[in-house]
């Protein structure tokens, strides 16, 4: 009987580690960011996970990506299709969910 318990628990825990990246890449694809960015190769802006390499590890990133997926930027990277707009399809919590899973890739 404790061994089940413990197998279930396993289970649970495993799932709760797999779960927030696979729901980070559904909002990503829900709100659009994948039309333009692609996980592993550059579409009309940068793939994501060149993103992550460029700004892993510096202070503050994940606030500053926030900002520039709510209100657009550009000049960092050279794209055919200039700036990225703002994103108001994007709530601020989802910005920073967003900022998070894109850093979080490798």
């Given at each position: 009987m ?8 396993a289970?649970?825990?495993s799932?709760?580690?797999?779960t ?9 694809q ?8 692609g996980v ?49 399809q994007?709530?601020s ?11 979080s890739l490798?």
């Amino acid at each position: 009987m404790k061994i089940a318990h413990l197998s279930l628990l396993a289970l649970c825990l495993s799932v709760t580690a797999v779960t927030p990246a696979l729901a980070d890449q559904a909002l990503a694809q829900r709100k659009a960011c994948l039309s333009c960015h692609g996980v592993d190769k550059a579409v009309l802006g940068p793939s994501l996970k060149d993103v992550a390499s460029k700004y892993r590890g510096h202070k503050g990133m994940e606030a500053k990506l926030a900002e520039k997926i709510l209100k657009g930027g550009g000049g960092v990277w050279k794209m055919p299709m200039g700036p990225m707009p703002a994103q108001s399809q994007v709530s601020s919590a989802e910005a920073r969910q967003l900022s998070a899973w894109v850093l979080s890739l490798k």
